[in-house]
């Protein structure tokens, strides 16, 4: 099957900074969803972003399908940022999902 | 607010019960996913139906029996369950599964715990 792998799988940052989250994939995809989950296990979504570029608010990701990867930028981080991002990405069933990236934001 | 509603949130019970997880969309979503996630891991695929029928089973043991009565209503029925089947079950839809595309949005989950 597909493989999703995610960096860096923890990251721990003051209050203001600027990260960026990588996600890459085996294989080519019909569908590359950005996560977030709470800590009370709700998985958000954030950008649904088979290819292409999109930005909401202080978050945006890109994805290059060709080269099979896929970024998530967050700027000016705030603690309610903290927690898991996940990618997720899709051929024919179900999401497969990295193992993702605990973000931790300190004030 | 999530549009993919599930119930319980939690559920506690013994190895001998047997139990339901509900799940309920209205967007009208001809897709329908049933997600494991135990601690510290990411989601993986239970179970998929599109239109009402069960299109992908992951080699999930018969004790999870999942079912879904009409386009909106998913249903995971539980029996015989094991201390390691505790985790969080997630629901998720999308408006079709042919071609792969599409978004899955998912519920807030039920977090079941089996004594």
Known sequence: GIQVEQSPPDLILQE????TLRCNFSDSVNNLQWF???????????????????????????????????????????TTDSGVYFCAVRIDDGLTFGKGTHLIIQP | DTEVTQTPKHLVMGMTNKKSLKCEQHMGHRAMYWYKQKAKKPPELMFVYSYEKLSINESVPSRFSPECP??????????????????LYLCASSQRLAGGTGE??????SRLTVL
Request: hydrophobic letters at 35%; glycine letters at 8%; aromatic letters at 10%.
């Open chain 2, 70 to 87: 009409n386009s909106s209503l998913l249903n995971l029925h539980l029996h015989a369950l094991q201390p390691e089947d505790s985790a």
């Open chain 1, 36 to 78: 977030h989950q709470n800590p009370w296990g709700q998985l958000i979504n954030l950008f649904y972003i088979p290819s292409g570029t999109k930005q909401n608010g202080r978050l945006s990701a890109t994805t290059v399908a060709t080269e099979r990867y896929s970024l998530l930028y967050i700027s000016s981080s705030q």
């Open chain 2, 104 to 109: 899955l949005f998912f519920g807030e989950g």
């Open chain 1, 16 to 19: 203001g900074a600027n990260s």
